[in-house]
C-alpha cells in the first residue's frame, strides 16, 4: 500500500516540478530563507550532486562500507533477533526491503529501516563524530530501505544516494553545532536518537524528492518522535535508539509526503524551548546556507572515527593506553604477569555511564573503562569475542578488576575531541610505569587506512556472507556514482 501511495505520490511531485513556474520557486525560496528551519528545508530540497566534492564522497563511502559490514556483523546478535521477531510479528502487506544477514526475508520499509539500525549499533561497532553522535546507522538503513521501496521509474541512482546520505550526514552534524553541550560525551539524551533522527527525515525527504516545504515538514514531525535518555546506555535497548532513529526519521519523512504538517519553526530558537531547543539548554541555531556553485559540507572539514573493536568510543584510549603500559612491563619484566602488579590507576574523563567498575554483562562491558583497560592488559588486545560471557567472567580478569583505582584529572574533559586516556601501573616494586593515548589509531586525527577499512569490513562481514558476496559489496560502494540503481547495493546484503 505505501509503495502504491509513494508511486502516485512520486508521480505528483514530478508533475508539479514541471508546471511550477520560476517566480514561485524563487517567492518560495525567500520565504524559506527567513527562518533557520526554511533555511534547513532549502539546503534539502536545493542541494544537488554538483555541491559533493571528492573528499565528501570518498569519506562518506567509507562510512557506508564500515556501516554495512558493522551492521552484517550484528545481525548475529541477540538483541537483533529479538527486533527481528517484534518485526516478523506485525502485519505487512508491503514488504519489500532487504534485512541485513537474512537471504530471501523482507520487511516492510519502515521495519527493514528500524532492524538494520539495530544491528549497526547491536554491538556499539558503528562510527562516531565530533560533536558526539553516531551518524550512518540513523541514515543508511532508511536510505538502503527507501531506495528498494521506490517504484522502477523513480530508482535513484548510486549518486543520488550519495547526496541524500550525505543530507542526513550534514544535518545532524549542524544540528549538534547549535550547542556546546552536545560538543561532550552525553549525560541526558543519547545523541543519535535526537540528531539522526532528523538526519534520517532529511535524507529520506532528499532520496523522496520532497519539496522545500515537505521537507520543513518532515524534519518538524521527526523532532516530536525523537529522544531517548541515557539511562538505557549499557543495555540491550540502547541499540533501539538508532533503530528508532532510522525508522522514525524515514516515517516522518512519508508523513510529510502524504501533506502532513508540523511547525515551520521547529529548529528556530523558539522562546520556552518549545522547538529543538527543548533538548538542550544552550541552543543557538543558525541558517544552513542555500547551496551556490558549491557546497562544503561538514564532511569535508572533519573526518570520521572508525573503531578497531565493538565498544564506546571512549575505549577505544584507555585499551591503547593499556596496551602501551603493557608492553613497557614486557620490557620491564621479560613477560606480562598480574601477580607483578599491586594496582592499576585510570586517568579518565568523569562520565558516569562509562565508569563501571565490575560489569555484568556484555552491553555493560562495552561500557566501561575498567573492563577495557584490564582485557587490553590480560589479553593484549580487545576484540569482538572480548565481549562474550566466557571473557567477561574470567577469574582472572576479576582479578584484575579488583586492583583498578580511577581518577578523574580536570585537563582529561569528557569530549572525543579532547580527551586522553592513561594507564598507570603500580607494581609490587613500588615501581610506577605509565601508558597514555591522546589519539587512538582510527579517531578522525589518526584515519583508518583504506587497508585497515577493508580488514575490519572483510572480518566482519565474512561472520554472514560468503567471500564473493563480501568482495561484490567492496566493489559497489566504491564505485557508487556510477551505479544506475541504488537499490542493487540493498539487495547484495
Not at 31 to 52: D, K, M, N, W, Y
Not at 65 to 86: M, P
Not at 104 to 126: C, E, I, R
Request: aromatic share 8%; with cysteine; net charge neutral.
Amino acid at each position: 500500500m505505501v509503495y502504491t501511495t509513494l508511486q502516485r505520490s512520486q508521480k505528483v511531485l514530478a508533475a508539479s516540478r514541471q508546471v511550477h513556474k520560476i517566480s514561485a520557486q524563487v517567492q518560495e525560496r525567500s520565504a524559506a530563507e527567513e527562518t533557520v528551519t526554511g533555511s534547513f528545508a532549502s539546503f534539502i530540497h536545493g542541494v544537488r550532486p554538483e555541491h559533493l566534492s571528492e573528499v565528501v564522497c570518498h569519506r562518506s563511502k567509507r562510512m557506508i562500507l564500515d556501516s554495512i559490514g558493522v551492521g552484517l556483523l550484528g545481525s548475529t546478535t541477540r538483541v537483533f533477533d529479538i527486533a527481528l521477531r517484534y518485526c516478523q510479528q506485525l502485519y505487512a502487506s508491503n514488504a519489500m526491503s532487504s534485512v541485513y544477514g537474512r537471504k530471501g526475508l523482507k520487511l516492510s520499509p519502515t521495519l527493514a529501516a528500524f532492524a538494520n539500525g539495530v544491528a549497526v549499533h547491536s554491538m556499539d561497532f558503528d562510527d562516531t563524530w565530533h560533536p558526539a553522535t553516531h551518524p550512518s546507522g540513523a541514515v543508511l538503513p532508511t536510505l538502503l530501505a527507501a531506495s528498494q521501496m521506490l517504484p522502477p521509474s523513480s530508482k535513484p541512482n548510486g549518486l543520488d544516494f550519495l547526496l541524500a546520505f550525505n543530507v542526513g550526514i550534514e544535518v545532524q552534524g549542524r544540528l549538534m553545532r547549535f550547542s556546546t553541550e552536545a560538543h561532550n560525551i552525553p549525560k541526558r539524551f543519547h545523541p543519535p536518537s535526537l540528531v539522526g533522527t532528523l538526519g534520517s527525515a532529511a535524507a529520506a525527504a532528499k532520496l523522496l524528492s520532497l519539496s522545500g516545504t515537505q521537507c520543513a515538514h518532515a524534519l518538524a514531525i521527526a523532532a516530536s518522535l525523537a529522544g531517548a535518555p541515557m539511562a538505557n546506555a549499557a543495555t540491550q535497548a540502547k541499540p533501539l535508539h538508532v533503530g528508532n532513529a532510522a525508522r522514525l526519521g524515514f516515517e516522518a519523512a512519508l508523513l510529510a509526503a502524504q501533506g502532513m504538517e508540523a511547525s515551520p519553526l521547529i529548529l528556530d530558537d523558539l522562546p520556552g524551548c518549545s522547538g529543538f531547543n527543548a533538548f538542550y539548554g544552550d541552543y543557538q541555531p543558525k541558517p544552513l546556507p542555500l547551496p551556490a556553485n558549491s557546497h562544503q559540507f561538514l564532511l569535508e572539514k572533519q573526518d570520521i572515527a572508525f573503531k578497531r573493536f565493538p565498544a564506546h568510543l571512549g575505549m577505544h584510549w584507555i585499551a591503547d593506553a593499556a596496551l602501551s603500559v603493557r608492553n613497557l612491563l614486557i620490557s620491564y619484566a621479560g613477560s606480562f604477569s598480574p601477580s607483578l602488579i599491586r594496582a592499576i590507576l585510570l586517568r579518565i574523563p568523569a562520565s558516569k555511564y562509562i565508569n563501571r567498575p565490575f560489569p555484568e554483562s556484555e552491553h555493560q562491558a562495552r561500557h566501561s573503562f575498567q573492563f577495557n583497560a584490564c582485557t587490553a592488559l590480560l589479553d593484549g588486545e580487545v576484540g569482538v569475542y572480548s565481549f562474550t560471557d566466557a571473557s567477561i567472567h574470567r577469574h582472572e580478569l576479576k582479578e584484575l578488576l579488583a586492583k583498578v583505582l580511577v581518577e578523574h584529572p580536570e585537563d582529561n574533559i569528557a569530549n572525543f575531541d579532547k580527551m586522553y586516556g592513561e594507564v598507570a601501573l603500580i607494581l609490587e616494586s613500588g615501581e610506577v610505569l605509565t601508558g597514555r593515548c591522546d589519539t587512538f589509531y582510527g579517531h578522525w586525527r589518526k584515519p583508518l587506512s583504506r587497508e585497515s577499512l577493508l580488514k575490519k569490513f572483510r572480518s566482519n562481514a565474512s561472520h554472514v556472507l560468503p567471500e564473493d558476496k563480501v568482495n561484490t559489496i567492496i566493489t559497489t560502494v566504491a564505485n557508487m556514482e556510477n551505479l544506475p540503481d541504488s537499490s542493487q547495493l540493498a539487495s547484495s546484503l
